[in-house]
């Protein structure tokens, strides 16, 4: 199926007349016509327009199959749910490593600070004046 048809069946499934048509494409119906037989080469800029019209996707309606498209998308979602699901899983790892090394600080301080108490303190000189 070539393009004309391929819009003049999406145009009769939506139940516009060729005239509608033209007039929202803001061309003759004659000029219409043509693109429908395939008289007139459609250019991308009309062809988006005339698929926005009748809301199909215009490759689509230019024949291009969506099918390894589609499935491509599929993959790339899976992909990226697994992605989701493992940046999860490091940021609960980071946050772990996180508290630890929080804990194992606060436990050096409190060694440090017993340490310091435990040794006797060096009495000051005392300077004259």
Sequence with gaps: MNIGEKIRQARLQK?????NMADMLGVSTTAYGDIERNKTELTIARA???????????LELMGVDLQPVDFALEKLQLENEKLKADAEKWQLAAHYWREKFEQQRLVGDVLRLANQQAQPQEERKKIGF
């Design 48 to 58: 988006n327009e005339v698929a926005n019209l009748l809301k199909i996707n215009v």
């Design 15 to 19: 139940g516009f007349s060729q005239e």
